[in-house]
T-cell receptor, first 118, second 111 residues
């Protein structure tokens, strides 16, 4: 596809359940990022993957959050035992590379997954 | 941790007016970015700035990377209704992919 795609677009779940959010980056982009956007707020960095390097997990808010990237392409963000404060829009972005210099690592965002925890 | 303060929080202007918004940081960035977000969509990159003092234009948009590397502004000239949306600044330091975002400026344009 032409851009970053995310699924599902909306997810409603009950407190305590696990959820999985999926991101398909732009073909050829080696870096992939996850952000969280609470209502009326800016984006909060969660995690990013760059090629085969160890991911930067410094933004994950708790050990209930994890993410993986299989085959250097698709990524899944998993939230275990969801809480009401996890309700937010989860945005994925991808970029060509970090190593190629600043022009190559500008991030293109998907439309997001709106998560509602009841 | 690093924080960005973006102002104003919201603006309601008449079509044709110029708009200015800015961001300040508690620490130095080596890249400043300005994004626009429409409802239900992800942010779209408007302008990227890579050098202190750099002034860059993209159509009616102009942005500058502050000399101190701790601030940036975005100007929109002759606003039109399709400029409506939320504008975010974002900064990056070092060789990390992580972006730090401002809280956003909501722009409304009255025809």
């Amino acid at each position: 596809g032409a851009g970053v795609s995310q699924s599902p677009s909306n997810k409603v779940t009950e407190k305590g359940k696990d959820v999985e959010l999926r991101c398909d980056p732009i073909s050829g982009h080696t870096a992939l990022y996850w952000y969280r956007q609470s209502l009326g707020q800016g984006l909060e960095f969660l995690i990013y993957f760059q090629g085969n390097s160890a991911p930067d997990k410094s933004g994950l808010p708790s050990d209930r959050f994890s993410a993986e990237r299989t085959g250097g392409s698709v990524s899944t963000l998993t939230i275990q035992r969801t809480q009401q404060e996890d309700s937010a829009v989860y945005l994925c972005a991808s970029s060509l590379s970090l190593a190629g210099g600043p022009v190559y690592n500008e991030q293109f965002f998907g439309p997001g997954t709106r998560l509602t925890v009841l | 941790g690093q924080q960005l303060n973006q102002s104003p929080q919201s603006m309601f202007i008449q079509e044709g007016e110029d708009v200015s918004m800015n961001c300040t940081s508690s620490s130095i960035f080596n890249t400043w970015l300005w994004y626009k977000q429409d409802p239900g969509e992800g942010p779209v990159l408007l302008i990227a700035l890579y050098k202190a003092g750099e002034l860059t234009s993209n159509g009616r948009l102009t942005a500058q990377f502050g000399i101190t590397r701790k601030d940036s502004f975005l100007n929109i000239s002759a606003s039109i209704p399709s400029d409506v949306g939320i504008y975010f600044c974002a900064g990056r330091s070092g060789n990390t992919g992580k972006l730090i975002f401002g809280q956003g400026t909501t722009l409304q344009v009255k025809p």
